[in-house]
C-alpha cells in the first residue's frame, strides 16, 4: 500500500482541518556512489603489489573473483571499505531510532523538527504486516492477524494520529517553538534522512536487519527496517556483484 489520505471511511473521527496521510511503504534512494568491486581488488593486491595494484584491476576477471571470496571468506574486512554509498531514506521515526544503532562505518543527517514544520504523514501497516507476536521475548514469533486486528490497527493509529497533528498545529498556532510542539508528535511520523555508508558497514547492516535462506546466523529484525535493508541491498547489488555474491556465498556474515 501507498499513501492513502486518511478519510471518513477509514476513521469514525475524521479532523475536518487536518489532512493527515498513511503510508504504509519506505522508500530508498541511492543518490550518490563510489563503489565497484575494483575498489576491493586495489585495496587488497596493495599488500603485495604496492603502487603496481591499480595495473592488475583489469586483469583475469576469474582471479579477482577469487580474491574477493577468500577476503570474505577469511574475513579480511579492511579492502570492502574502500567505497562509498550515499541513500535518502524515507521512513517512520522508529525505524530510524533502530537505524542509528548501527554507528561504525555510518553517517546519518535528518530531517529536524526544530527548523521546519513537520509534515502529517504517518505509518500504518499493510495486510502483508504481521501482527500477532506469539511467544516469550527472545523466543516468540509473529503471525499473520486477522481482518478485525488490521482494521482496528487502522483506526486506532489514523485517530491518534489525528489527535496528535492537531494538537501540534494548536501548539505551533499559540507561538509555541517548533522544537517544543514536536514532543506530542507519535514515532509512527515519517521523516527523511541521508545516510552514508561503504559495503563493510553496509553488510554488517544487512546482516542484523534482514532474513535470508543463505544466512548462518539467523536474524530477527522488525519488519520495517527490514524493508529498508531490503532496497538498499538491492542497490549494492548492481554496484558490486562479485562482492554481493561471495557475502551470499559465505552466509551472509560481515568480514
Not at 574477493?68 to 577469511?74: F, K, V, W
Request: aromatic letters at 10%.
Amino acid at each position: 500500500m501507498g499513501r492513502t489520505p486518511l478519510t471518513s471511511a477509514d476513521d469514525p473521527k475524521p479532523s475536518q482541518h487536518i489532512d493527515v496521510t498513511l503510508r504504509s511503504d519506505v522508500t530508498v534512494e541511492l543518490v550518490k556512489s563510489s563503489a565497484s568491486d575494483s575498489d576491493v581488488l586495489f585495496a587488497a593486491r596493495v599488500s603485495t603489489l604496492g603502487e603496481q595494484s591499480i595495473g592488475e584491476l583489469q586483469k583475469d576477471p576469474e582471479r579477482s573473483k577469487g580474491l574477493i571470496n577468500y577476503l570474505m571468506r577469511d574475513r579480511h574486512g579492511s579492502p570492502f571499505e574502500h567505497n562509498s554509498m550515499t541513500f535518502l531514506v524515507s521512513a517512520p521515526i522508529f525505524v530510524f531510532r533502530e537505524f542509528m544503532r548501527h554507528r561504525v562505518g555510518w553517517s546519518y543527517n535528518e530531517e529536524s523538527g526544530r527548523y521546519r514544520e513537520l509534515q502529517p504523514v504517518f505509518y500504518v501497516p499493510d495486510a502483508s504486516r504481521k501482527l500477532v507476536q506469539e511467544g516469550r521475548p527472545g523466543k516468540y514469533v509473529f503471525v499473520e492477524g486477522t481482518p478485525a486486528q488490521h482494521a482496528t490497527v487502522r483506526n486506532v493509529l489514523g485517530d491518534t494520529y489525528h489527535q496528535a497533528y492537531e494538537a501540534y498545529q494548536k501548539l505551533l498556532a499559540e507561538g509555541v517553538a517548533r522544537e517544543v510542539a514536536r514532543a506530542v508528535l507519535p514515532v509512527g511520523l515519517y521523516s527523511s534522512m541521508y545516510a552514508t555508508c561503504n559495503a563493510r558497514s553496509l553488510m554488517h547492516f544487512l546482516g542484523l536487519r534482514t532474513q535470508h535462506e543463505q544466512a548462518k546466523v539467523p536474524s530477527f529484525p522488525q519488519r520495517e527496517i527490514e524493508m529498508v535493508g531490503e532496497k538498499m541491498e538491492a542497490e549494492w547489488a548492481r554496484l558490486m556483484p562479485l562482492t554481493y555474491a561471495a557475502f551470499n556465498a559465505n552466509g551472509r556474515v560481515a568480514p
